[in-house]
């Protein structure tokens, strides 16, 4: 029977060896030569592995216990008879082929290598698409052989493994991730009850809530004496006349009424109105009204009640879900101010860099939070952690990366004199500094505001829910990463 590539010229003499006193093959004839014998390789391999590990139990790799399991009950299973090893299986083949040809050039072992990985059946077990198994064989192949002209064959095994995760982490399943929320998705949830489990502000309308005006009375009292002695004042002329009116309205109601969850939403939002009230000065700096001021803290403490209303206060309704709505509504409420504060800032930013360029990115992002670091009080509910990370947008890059991208007077002096101390030979490293540092302070100012607004964002019912979400969608990713491991070490070279 014709033996493999037997109609090329053998050396004389009894003694068969192939290929030799033949010149050197190109580079395609040493691959179109590997490719065969390096299939034969990797389906021998494939189907050998569990003879070769019955046969020499300590080849067993290094595995996850799980699955290290698995193989001494296959091994124990399989003790009765002796499994064929890829040795024999190999041999077997070579007796139809011929001896199986070796690679002679660098793309021709790297060819091989390929080829073998992606023939070994031990390559297509487990989960995961034909696809990503396919780019995931040949990518550990590549790096198998890269790792093996490094450090041989432990560098082989090595590069294996990294060759066939970094394919399946580039290409593979993702572990499904909750979406952080948007200012105006927290707002929605808030108002419309979108997303929300209780149905925000309109959940809580139609709980059918009543309460005790008798009872509720004392409580507006309480408001309007605090707010009192913070010097907000009421009547025609008081500083607070609109808040502090809205407050006692709750104190007089009319007789046989009660105060309806509709009538504290209405007080809500006109409190929520006025708190958003401006006065600008004639230096043109704008500043919160007086009753704005007043309506915030008015506003904190209508919250605090609504979400704790004493039993005795409730005439009728369904209390526990007007507590559930107000209080998930008023979570991602806060959350929406406090996301769209770092998000107003953010889009500032980048509104003034593309009207003055001159002035990086990340010293404009740097401007815009500057009054938040310097002024704690205009950090109202930020964690210590979220004021950290507010810190961090101020410090990213440092001030030597700010300094060498800028194109301030101070920075161009710099640039001159380091050209001119060396004869112009620094200029083209100076513009190239200017512009890495430019690049870089901003790209590393530009990742700690946006860490800012998700910290912010994801403090808040609303990505706390789409967290539950994600967890309980069903996903493969770990189990198809972990067999990607696996199958690249068991397919080592």
Same mark, same amino acid.
């Given at each position: ?24 093959? +190109? ?17 021998? +391999? ?82 995961? +698409? ?64 979108t997303e929300s489990q209780f149905g925000g502000y309109q959940g809580a309308l139609t709980s059918g809530l009543e309460l005790d005006p008798t009872k509720v009375a004392p409580v507006a009292y ?118 769209? +504060? ?20 990340? *010293? ?61 030979? *620094? ?9 890495? *540092?430019?690049?870089?302070? *901003? ?14 964002a994801q403090r808040s019912p609303l990505y706390q829910s789409r967290e539950l979400a994600a967890a309980a969608t069903p996903n493969n990713a770990a189990a198809v990463r972990n067999a990607a ?9």
């Open positions: 029977m014709p033996l493999m590539f037997d109609d090329l010229p053998q050396p004389e003499g009894n003694k068969r060896l192939m290929f030799d006193d033949l010149p050197a093959p +190109s580079v395609g004839q040493d691959i179109a030569k590997t490719i065969p014998s390096a299939a034969v390789r990797g389906v021998t +391999s494939g189907l050998g592995l569990f003879g070769d590990l019955q046969a020499k139990p300590e080849l067993a790799p290094s595995a996850p216990g799980t699955f290290t399991s698995y193989l001494e009950k296959a091994r124990n299973f399989l003790e009765p008879p002796q499994l064929p090893t890829s040795a024999t299986l190999r041999g077997a083949a070579e007796k139809v082929t011929g001896p199986l040809y070796e690679a002679q050039t660098t793309p021709g072992r790297y060819a091989g290598a390929a080829t073998e990985s992606l023939t070994n059946p031990i390559s297509y077990l487990g989960p995961g +698409s034909v696809p990503l198994k396919l780019a995931t064989a040949a990518t550990s192949g590549l790096t198998g052989q890269a790792g093996e002209d490094v450090a041989g064959k432990p560098g082989a095994i090595v590069g294996s493994v990294l060759g066939g995760a970094g394919a399946n982490r580039v290409l593979g399943p993702r572990a499904i991730e909750a979406a952080t929320p948007k200012a105006a998705e927290l707002k929605a949830a808030a108002q419309q009850g309480g408001i309007e004496q605090r707010l009192n002695a913070k010097g907000f004042t009421g009547g025609p002329n008081g500083t607070a006349k609109g808040t502090l009116g809205d407050i006692q309205s709750l104190q007089q109601p009319p007789a046989n009424s009660t105060i309806t969850a509709a009538n504290l939403d209405t007080l809500r939002t006109t409190l929520g109105r006025r708190a958003s009230e401006t006065t600008t000065n004639a230096a043109g700096v704008t500043r919160p009204t007086q009753d704005a001021l007043a309506a915030r803290d008015a506003l904190n403490d209508l919250r605090s009640y609504t979400e704790n209303i004493p039993a005795s206060h409730i005439v009728a309704g369904d209390a526990r879900a007007y507590s559930n709505a107000i209080n998930e509504a008023n979570a991602n409420y806060a959350a929406a101010m406090r996301t769209k +504060s770092a998000e107003d800032r953010i889009f500032r930013a980048t509104r003034n860099y593309e009207s003055r360029p001159n002035v990086t990115y990340g *010293s404009q992002l740097k401007n815009q939070f500057r009054g938040q670091v310097n002024y704690p009080e205009r950090t109202p509910g930020f964690t210590q952690a979220e004021r950290e990370q507010l810190y961090k947008v101020n410090a990213a890059g440092g001030k030597v990366v700010d300094l060498l991208g800028s194109r301030s007077i101070p920075a161009m002096t710099v640039h001159g004199l380091a050209g001119l101390g060396t004869l112009g030979l *620094s200029v083209p490293f100076s513009v190239a500094a200017n512009y890495g *540092s430019r690049k870089l302070g *901003s790209a590393l100012t530009s990742r700690q505001a946006d860490k800012l607004a998700e910290m912010l491991l696996i199958r690249s070490l068991l397919t080592a070279r």
